[in-house]
């Protein structure tokens, strides 16, 4: 068990959705990252925030977004759902906001239909 | 902008026998780290070894291995006496100033 923790482990919603998944780091860890793993684009990093500040920002689509509340858990927002959409999303934390070390949720799988 | 390149889609080894996995990148950065992530039928996502980019010596965890050439960029992963429970996807990935970026993986299936 990493420590980090996301809900739902499974979500299956329609096209034109809305969706939020959630993560909790581990505790003590102030930075969270968002990956997108799916079959045809592999492992893309999303987004990282940072004691409640966005850090970096990767190849987040318009229609997502993210933030870090002050009790460091993080939400990332999923709307005008696409079919392509569908995919293992993974939140992660770390300590410093440095990625030599990184712990990984078990993901949330998205199926849109 | 980095890249991380694995050759390898699938290999297969049998059980207590030795594999490498090959993942070569592209940088012009001077400091970095490289990992290598386990992904099994589970799909948890389980860092397996790191590699600090300045040091020369390869890194080592028990069965597993690297040989980490900095000037040729290439990072590959040996596993030493293969156990079933080492199959998974392995994902090479690198760490520079920014993000961390993975390679495509490769499937290791370990045979009994």
């Known amino acids: 068990d990493s420590g980090v923790t996301q809900t739902p482990k499974h979500l299956i919603t329609a096209t034109g959705q809305r969706v939020t998944l959630r993560c909790s780091p581990r505790s003590g860890d102030l930075s969270v990252y968002w990956y997108q793993q799916s079959l045809d684009q592999g492992l893309q990093f999303l987004i990282q925030?940072?004691?409640?500040?966005?850090?970096a920002k990767g190849n987040i689509l318009e229609r997502f977004s993210a933030q870090q509340f002050p009790d460091l858990h993080s939400e990332l927002n999923l709307s005008s759902l696409e079919l392509g959409d569908s995919a293992l999303y993974f939140c992660?934390?770390?300590?410093?906001?440095?990625?030599?070390?990184?712990?990984f949720g078990s993901g949330t799988q998205l199926s849109v239909l | 902008a980095q890249t991380v390149t694995q050759s390898q889609p699938e290999m297969s080894v049998q059980e207590a026998e030795t594999v490498t996995l090959s993942c070569t990148y592209d940088?012009?950065?001077?400091?970095?780290?490289l990992f290598w992530y386990k992904q099994p039928p589970s799909r948890q996502m389980i860092l397996v070894i790191r590699q600090e980019a300045y040091k020369q010596q390869n890194a080592t965890e028990n069965r597993f291995s690297v040989n980490f050439q900095k000037a040729a960029k290439s990072f590959s992963l040996k596993i030493s006496d293969s156990q079933l429970g080492d199959t998974a996807m392995y994902f090479c990935?690198?760490?520079?100033?920014?993000?961390?970026?993975f390679g495509a993986g490769t499937i290791l299936r370990v045979k009994s």
């Open positions: 990935a690198f760490s520079g100033l920014d993000k961390l970026v």
């Open positions: 925030y940072y004691n409640g500040e966005e850090r």
């Open positions: 992660a934390s770390s300590v410093d906001g440095h990625n030599e070390k990184l712990f």
């Open positions: 940088t012009s950065e001077n400091n970095y780290y």
